[in-house]
């Protein structure tokens, strides 16, 4: 269990390769987990909930994998701010979290490419997936509903298939394409 730390709960930073199960990260002051670099990293069945700025960071080169963790009220459940260089393509993959009641967005992704499998989102503040700037997105078989705003938003120069999603009950939108 790490909570309550004035940071970050976990950090794991350039040319890391970890996996991470069935840990408990909560009350952080930044976030519960953030990945940056050049990180190869399984994330995997943890708690992070209550963490200020978001439960779960993805920055730079950073390939993660994080699967089925639960993800409670941080500002963001899962931020992504990935990008691919001509040597290296990176597409973060997100399935079978339950990621519910943001105080801003369910899952934002910030440029970069991602694969969004099988997500529970519900209860965001704003919009459950937010997918913005450059980059292409798969998202399928996910389950957005009860958001303040939208659905999905799409918005900027990504490439999004969207395919067999569930969207429904949210309070504006349940997809904008913008």
């Not at 995997?44 to 409670?72: H, S, T, W, Y």
Request: aromatic content about 2%.
């Amino acid at each position: 269990t790490l909570e309550a730390n004035r940071g970050i709960g976990v950090e794991y930073r350039s040319f890391v390769e970890v996996a991470m199960q069935g840990n408990t990260l909560r009350d952080n002051l930044l976030a519960g987990v953030r990945l940056v670099g050049n990180t190869k990293a399984e994330i995997r069945g943890n708690i992070l909930e209550r963490n200020n700025e978001a439960g779960i960071v993805v920055e730079g080169l950073a390939q993660p994998n994080l699967l089925e963790n639960q993800i409670r009220e941080g500002r963001v459940g899962i931020l992504l701010n990935t990008y691919s260089t001509p040597e290296q393509s990176v597409s973060p993959t997100l399935r079978g979290n339950v990621i519910e009641q943001s105080r801003n967005y369910g899952i934002y992704l910030q440029g970069g490419s991602a694969l969004l499998e099988s997500n529970q989102v519900r209860g965001a503040g704003q919009a459950g997936i937010a997918l913005l700037g450059d980059g292409t997105v798969s998202a399928a078989q996910n389950t957005v509903e009860q958001n303040q705003t939208h659905g999905i938003l799409v918005e900027g120069s990504v490439k999004a298939t969207l395919e067999n999603n569930t969207v429904q009950g949210n309070a504006l939108c349940g997809i904008v394409l913008r």
